[in-house]
């Protein structure tokens, strides 16, 4: 104590007598910036190393390892992140430098402070949480389910008395327990994000935009405003059907509508309801993806070497062996992993991987053609430095595999052989074709805002821990319209059931992917000179389209995102206005349909 009390009163003294430190020089934040980047490089090979091997095989080894490894790279970053702030200013410097020191000072999700042992209880407060949410079980009739075999069940199953145990078992076993950690996390990452510069820890992720942080917030209010009229159209629909399915003690006519009727335990997409909403005669598509996949035979492994193709079609290259020697594909029988699908890249090069529990169905298709697009997009830019190893900003990496996917449509199915030409949908089978789309990518919009419109709220304090569970379900209701199939106290933690919470991976990229999807893909039809209904176009086998798109993956993150959103489609503004052009034909319909009804909630 007589040192610490000595040391406590001499610091301040020869702070004093120390010479005042030289302005940095635009040639020293240069030779920072080299270091930096090959460091930084370096680490995150081993770093990623860790997190694969603790991602495919959990145990409190694994565990240990990953957060081991995660305490060094968080420290590392935050070394770098405040070194950086202090050339910031210095004069001379080039705007490619200034802004490679802000994409240095923004490179981190969750940065700790400097205080002694926080980057490493911040990293054990993460692992813990993730592992937690990998290891996670519901029930169903009583018996434990885990995380992928819940998610299946959530929809297919029909019964709302199933759906609704299978609903709260998840957010009580899952969430709630995560309550307590995830406040002590909140507060050490809010602490770090303050020593870089930031008012929080949201305010730092809004800053990575090529924007002011409250501008980025109001450009995604923005484009909500743009979409919201039509995801409105599509609730009070959904509602109706779901209504004359269940009746009114199940899924009244008015107000939002019950979270775990929608087909999706989060209720972000509801495309697996389809068949509850379908319209009589257009709704009958003639075809199901799933039974085409298991009626051919297929396989996980094929799967992924289907979506391959798509991208071989466009001119790419092949994926290396080591992609099929590496990537987790189907869940291990001997092991916990965690499920949720993701894309990897190893080392900055050549070693990229998915990890999936591929199911044979629909959804894992279209999940596979999403997630390559990562991979591929991650191959295209390795030749950059280090801090431009990225999207344009991180909704154009998520955009890139949905835009493809997008060109999953009956003429894609007939050209790899899994639809018979015969089969192939009409002109009469538009709305049931756009209405199934719609039932995902509509309905995921709000969504996609409302995920760090609450962590926002949470790093900000305006959404404080002893209101989480109500910031939540407010949030839910203001923008989804739905509600919980039971009463929620502050006992409960059902932001923690979402993967992406407790996975602590920002979530806007989402939404914008959701927007930016349609404008890559409808620069791509415009390309392919497609003349037929835009949601019918699949540009599968153009090598112009593929070149155009290269070029743009290829850029990475060396240039500001209104450069690379240009570059492919001729326009520097994320907007949802190419979405509501897609659906147009259905949203004069859907209004059609609630004509007389009490729509909003």
Not at 5 to 34: G, H, K, N, R
Not at 81 to 91: F, M, Q, S, V
Not at 145 to 166: A, K, T, Y
Not at 246 to 254: E, I, L
Request: glycine letters at 8%.
């Amino acid at each position: 104590m007589a040192a610490l009390a000595a040391a406590l009163v001499v610091s301040p003294v020869l702070a004093q007598q120390a010479p005042a430190a030289a302005a940095p020089t635009a040639a020293e934040a240069d030779a920072f910036l080299a270091k930096a980047e090959k460091a930084l490089f370096d680490q995150s090979i081993v770093s990623g190393r860790a997190a694969w091997i603790n991602a495919t095989y959990i145990t409190d080894d694994t565990d240990a390892i990953a957060s081991y490894f995660g305490a060094i790279d968080t420290k590392q970053r935050v070394d770098y992140a405040l070194e950086a702030a202090k050339y910031a200013t210095a004069p001379g410097l080039s705007m490619e430098t200034k802004r490679r020191l802000t994409l240095l000072r923004t490179a981190l999700t969750l940065p700790a402070p400097t205080t002694p042992g926080a980057a490493e209880e911040l990293n054990d407060l993460a692992t813990k949480l993730q592992s937690a949410y990998g290891k996670g079980k519901g029930t169903l009739k009583g018996q434990p389910i885990n995380g992928s075999d819940i998610e299946e069940q959530m929809g297919i199953n029909r019964n709302p008395d199933e759906l609704r145990e299978m609903w709260v078992s998840w957010h009580d076993n899952v969430g709630a327990p995560m309550r307590t950690d995830y406040a002590k996390l909140v507060d050490i990452a809010n602490a770090g994000a303050k020593e870089l510069g930031f008012a929080d820890t949201g305010a730092m992720w809004r800053s990575k935009y090529d924007m002011p942080a409250d501008d980025f917030a109001k450009l995604t209010d923005k484009i909500w405003a743009e979409v919201k009229p039509l995801y409105d159209d599509l609730h009070c629909y959904t509602r109706t059907k779901l209504n004359e399915k269940y009746g009114d003690a199940v899924q009244p006519k008015t107000g939002p509508i019950r979270a775990d009727l929608l087909g999706n335990m989060w209720a972000q997409e509801w495309g697996n309801i389809y068949d509850v909403v379908a319209p009589q005669g257009a709704g009958d598509l003639g075809f199901d993806t799933t039974d085409l996949l298991k009626a051919k035979g297929y396989d996980p492994v094929r799967m992924v070497k289907t979506g391959e193709g798509f991208y071989s079609s466009l001119g790419f290259e092949p994926l290396p062996q080591t992609f099929w020697e590496r990537s987790q594909i189907t869940k291990p029988r001997d092991r916990e992993v965690i499920c949720h699908a993701s894309a990897w890249d190893i080392d900055n090069k050549n070693d990229i991987r998915i990890k999936m529990c591929t199911k044979v169905n629909g959804d894992d298709f279209v999940t596979i053609h999403h997630e390559l697009g990562h991979n591929y997009y991650q191959r295209a830019y390795q030749k950059h430095s280090q801090l431009y190893l990225d999207g344009a900003n991180d909704g154009f990496h998520e955009a890139i595999g949905d835009f493809v996917a997008l060109s999953i449509t009956p003429d894609y199915l007939v050209k790899i052989g899994l639809l018979d030409p015969a089969k192939v949908p009409g002109a009469d089978k538009d709305l049931g074709l756009l209405l199934r789309q719609a039932m995902d990518k509509v309905a995921f919009l709000p969504f996609g805002l409302l995920i760090d419109k609450w962590r926002w709220g949470v790093f900000d304090g305006s959404i404080p821990q002893s209101q989480y569970e109500k910031g939540w379900t407010d949030l839910r209701l203001q923008y989804q319209g739905i509600t919980p199939p039971v009463s929620r106290d502050e006992t409960k933690f059902d932001a923690g059931g979402k993967y992406h919470i407790p996975g602590n991976t920002p979530y806007t990229r989402y939404f914008l992917a959701r927007v930016l999807q349609f404008q890559f893909y409808e620069a791509a039809c415009k390309q392919a000179g497609w003349k037929g209904p835009l949601h019918r176009c699949s540009f599968y086998g153009n090598k112009a389209v593929g070149a155009k798109l290269d070029a743009m993956l290829q850029m990475g993150a060396s240039k500001p995102w209104p450069d690379a959103l240009q570059a492919f489609t001729g326009s520097r503004e994320m907007s949802g206005k190419a979405l509501v052009n897609y659906f147009a034909p259905l949203q004069k319909w859907l209004i059609t349909q609630n004509k007389g009804k009490s729509c909003g909630w």
